[in-house]
């Protein structure tokens, strides 16, 4: 009985690990603008980020 209790909590937590451990190792997806940028040359790509906080007056 505590076997089957056991099985019944580990297996569905090693399959999630599994697939967060697969996901974390799995390269980003690149996008078209990248893609695009790398094959002209003399292009350089702007990288979307947060430049600090918006100006509040």
């Known amino acids: 009985m505590k076997l089957q ?3 019944v ?4 937590l090693f399959v999630a690990l599994v ?3 697969t996901l974390l190792a799995s390269p980003l997806p690149e996008s078209a603008g ?3 940028c790398r094959h002209i040359p003399g ?10 906080w918006p100006g509040v007056r």
């Open 19 to 21: 697939i967060g451990l």
């Open 9 to 12: 909590y580990s297996v569905p």
């Open 34 to 36: 990248a893609k695009a």
């Open 5 to 7: 209790r056991f099985l």
């Open 43 to 52: 292009c350089m790509s702007i990288m979307p980020s947060f430049q600090g």
